[in-house]
């Protein structure tokens, strides 16, 4: 057959496929034209947005004016101008941000109906992501991963943690006493070993451990690219489609390079489990427990995701805190958020003698000098405990909550806040409160304590997200019940000043190495630690 006689046959598809095209641009047409009148109809539409600094221009609004790092900064000035409530529009997103507590409380917490979905953050999905609980829409899938978290982290279940909470503290203080200068090493291997051994009965390696590192370039990766302005497909999430190879797309192959290392962070500690089921060898956890109630592969894909999700990115309260642990989905990626507080404890220790001195010496009116303290202590410590508290309100881990979205139209004091609006809660900013917080850059724990030196209310939940925490004053305590920890010396034997250690700027706001000196206390706290080592 000639190439002629396929002619009708192509005018003919030709002639179908013009006909579709015409058919979708009507239906295009018309589901655009009623959006639009739909929105010009509602008398929502009449009230004002809340106030906000003026866009730049009518097609990237305020994009230009937010910086790519430490948002936080530029948001929470800009608050003091136009207020606690104040919209922004990037490109054709709104914004919503919340920089006080009780806005956000009002918001988030009594009408969660409305604002617990979360925002579609197309590198988050690229980058393979989207399986974890923060980054979940509302759905049936996040109700699932939530009620997991809920059974599995209840007050109750917290206590058969605890041995393992200990054990890794203790473990901690080991590597302090052979290496104090690697004390940042040793404080991500009590994160990771903590989690790893409560979820997947895996034991992390002291150091270099293979697993441990490719947790920590997944979440170094995701961290450096969740907000909206961080990657230029989250505000032209068309570009999406843009192949790896087209040129300018390097995001794409950088989210290839991500998405292969969160699918072993997925699958690989899961499996490790089941082989260990299969083999009889299995170590008691989380995953190991839930496992025999898998019936077909969507209850595997389940707990597996969940799994993943309880370490990277839902079950920041398995950190090593005095109060029970307790689990919330507003997280941010767990054992970053563990490092970057422990980090920010022993560099506030380092900097502030006199706070270091009066928590030791609570502790040795407490606890004695010839034992390690323990989670029973914790009530009678309330000086460690504003610690924990000013540590999370001082430098606040995540300064910005992951961002939810508003399912319908809303309003709050008088303002309009139109569906699919993000919500974006300044932790940064309501920690910044001078109404609240008086000389609120200056790290002071009295602030939390009343006049009879009693915790007072506020336990500063927010710093760690909306929802309840646990704080992290069992390895604080341990820490300072063993340790001194001062600030590193020149060779005149002069302190070097630690003003300029700087944090980062995404997710996660972790503190950038520094250097100090920890060294025990004295001989018998020494011994204690000693006796640890020998008895392993």
């Not at 917290?158 to 393992?164: D, F, G, N, Q």
Request: hydrophobic share 40%; with cysteine; charged share 20%.
């Amino acid at each position: 057959m000639s190439l002629q006689d396929f002619l009708p046959l192509f005018t003919g598809l030709l002639r179908i496929l013009s006909s579709m095209l015409q058919f979708g641009g009507i239906l295009v047409l018309v589901y655009w034209s009623s959006r639009r009148l739909s929105f010009y109809l509602n008398p929502l539409r009449k009230l004002p947005y809340p106030p906000g600094p003026p866009p730049r221009d009518f097609i990237s609004g305020n994009a230009r004016d937010l910086p790519s790092d430490h948002l936080w900064i530029t948001l929470t000035a800009w608050a003091q101008k136009y207020g606690n409530v104040m919209h922004l529009k990037v490109f054709n997103m709104g914004m919503i941000v919340l920089s006080s507590r009780e806005d956000a409380i009002e918001l988030m917490e009594k009408r969660s109906h409305n604002y617990s979905d979360r925002p579609s953050v197309p590198m988050i999905n690229l980058m393979g992501w989207d399986f974890g609980t923060g980054f979940k829409p509302y759905g049936s899938t996040w109700h699932a991963h939530r009620r997991l978290m809920q059974q599995m982290f209840k007050p109750a279940s917290s206590l058969a943690y605890r041995p393992v909470q200990t054990e890794k503290v203790h473990d901690l203080l080991v590597g302090l006493l052979d290496s104090p200068e690697d004390f940042l090493t040793h404080i991500k291997t009590l994160s990771t070993a903590t989690i790893m051994a409560i979820i997947y009965g895996y034991k992390v390696a002291p150091k270099h451990d293979e697993f441990q590192v490719l947790a920590e370039k997944a979440l170094e990766a995701v961290c450096e690219s969740a907000y909206p302005g961080t990657a230029l497909v989250n505000i032209l999430p068309f570009l999406s489609i843009v192949p790896a190879w087209f040129p300018g797309a390097g995001f794409q192959r950088f989210a290839q390079w991500s998405k292969g290392m969160v699918n072993r962070l997925i699958n690989v500690p899961y499996e490790y489990v089941l082989t260990g089921l299969a083999a009889g060898t299995a170590t008691p956890c989380l995953v190991a427990s839930l496992v025999e109630n898998c019936k077909t592969e969507e209850d595997h894909t389940l707990l597996r995701e969940w799994a993943a999700s309880g370490y990277a990115a839902g079950a920041d309260t398995v950190s090593i805190g005095f109060p029970s642990i307790l689990a919330s989905s507003h997280s941010a990626l767990s054992p970053y958020q563990t490092t970057s507080a422990l980090g920010t404890f022993i560099y506030a220790m380092a900097t502030h003698p006199v706070v270091q001195k009066k928590a030791q010496e609570e502790l040795d009116r407490v606890v004695g000098t010839d034992r390690l303290p323990n989670f029973d202590d914790e009530p009678y410590l309330p000086y460690i405990q504003a610690i924990c508290r000013e540590v999370g309100r001082w430098r606040p881990v995540t300064p910005l909550c992951i961002f939810h979205t508003s399912n319908s139209d809303d309003v709050y004091n008088g303002c309009y806040i139109p569906a699919g609006t993000t919500i974006v809660p300044n932790i940064w900013g309501m920690t910044r409160d001078p109404t609240k917080y008086k000389g609120p850059e200056e790290f002071n724990p009295d602030r939390f304590l009343n006049a009879d030196n009693e915790l007072n209310d506020d336990e500063v939940t927010y710093a760690f997200g909306f929802g309840r925490r646990a704080t992290y004053g069992y390895s604080d305590a341990t820490i300072l019940s063993t340790f001194d920890i001062r600030p590193p010396k020149n060779a005149a034997g002069m302190d070097i000043s630690l003003a300029d250690v700087k944090y980062s700027g995404g997710l996660v706001s972790h503190i950038a190495p520094f250097e100090c000196n920890i060294m025990p206390r004295s001989s018998k706290s020494k011994q204690l630690v000693i006796d640890i080592s020998d008895s392993k």
